[in-house]
C-alpha cells in the first residue's frame, strides 16, 4: 500500500530544546495533516496544511507542507513534559488518510 | 462541544466470539471513519460512511467484519468469530463534508482476543 515514511523513529530530549521531525511521500498530495497521540488514547489533530509551500503555526508547533507537495516537517520549540507523545504526519488524498509510523518523542525534565 | 465518543474503551474477548463496537460521531458531522491501530504502526483505514451510505472498504476489512450506520448518526463495527489477529486499538473519526481531510478522532476500543 502507500506509506509515508517518517523520521526519527524516536526522540530523547532535555525540556527546553527544540524538535524537529519529517514525513516524506513518493507521490504528491493535496493536504498535509499532523497528530499526536497519548498512550491507550486517539490520535489528536495538531496542525493542517492545504498548500504548497504552507507554514503554519499552532502555538509552539509549526509545520510546513514542502514545495514538491511530496514532504512536511513538524517543529516543537521549547519543548515541555507534556509534549511527550507519539506524532504522527497523515495524506489525504482521498477520503481516507494514510498515517506514517509516527516519532515518539520523550521530554526528559 | 462534544468530541467523538466510543464504547467500550476496553474488550477482552475469547476466540471465536463475536464483539460489537460502537462510535458517535461529532453532531454535525456526515463522515465516519473506522480505523485499525497495531502496536507500533500508524493507524489504517478500514471503511467509511457518507450519512447512512458505506462508500468504501479495505481489503483489511475481511467478510468477518461488518459495519453499520443505519441512521446516518451513530456507527457498529462488529467482528465474527474473532481471532488473536484481530487484537488492535480500532478507532473512529469523524469529519464535515468538504473538510478538506481533517479528521477527528475518538479514544478507541482496545480489542484484545485470548
Known amino acids: 500500500g502507500q506509506q509515508l515514511n517518517q523520521s526519527p523513529q524516536s526522540m530523547f530530549i532535555q525540556e527546553g530544546e527544540d524538535v524537529s521531525m519529517n514525513c516524506t511521500s513518493s507521490?504528491?498530495?493535496?493536504?498535509w495533516l499532523w497528530y499526536k497521540q497519548d498512550p491507550g488514547e486517539g490520535p489528536v489533530l495538531l496542525i493542517a496544511l492545504y498548500k504548497a509551500g504552507e507554514l503554519t503555526s499552532n502555538g509552539r508547533l509549526t509545520a510546513q507542507f514542502g514545495i514538491t507537495r511530496k514532504d512536511s516537517f513538524l517543529n516543537i520549540s521549547a519543548s515541555i513534559p507534556s509534549d511527550v507523545g507519539i506524532y504522527f504526519c497523515a495524506r489525504s488524498g482521498s477520503e481516507k488518510l494514510v498515517f506514517g509510523k509516527g516519532t515518539k518523542l520523550t521530554v526528559n525534565p | 462541544d462534544t468530541g467523538v465518543s466510543q464504547n467500550p474503551r476496553h474488550k477482552i474477548t475469547k476466540r471465536g466470539q463475536n464483539v460489537t463496537f460502537r462510535c458517535d460521531p461529532i453532531?454535525?458531522?456526515?463522515?465516519l471513519y473506522w480505523y485499525r491501530q497495531t502496536l507500533g504502526q500508524g493507524p489504517e483505514f478500514l471503511t467509511y460512511?457518507?450519512?447512512?451510505?458505506?462508500?468504501?472498504k479495505s481489503r483489511l476489512l475481511s467478510d468477518r467484519f461488518s459495519a453499520e450506520r443505519p441512521k446516518g448518526s451513530f456507527s457498529t463495527l462488529e467482528i465474527q468469530r474473532t481471532e488473536q489477529g484481530d487484537s488492535a486499538m480500532y478507532l473512529c473519526a469523524s469529519s464535515r463534508d468538504r473538510a478538506r481531510g481533517e479528521q477527528f478522532f475518538g479514544p478507541g476500543t482496545r480489542l484484545t482476543v485470548l
Open positions: 460512511f457518507q450519512n447512512e451510505a458505506q462508500l468504501e
Open positions: 453532531s454535525e458531522h456526515n463522515r
Open positions: 507521490s504528491i498530495f493535496n493536504t
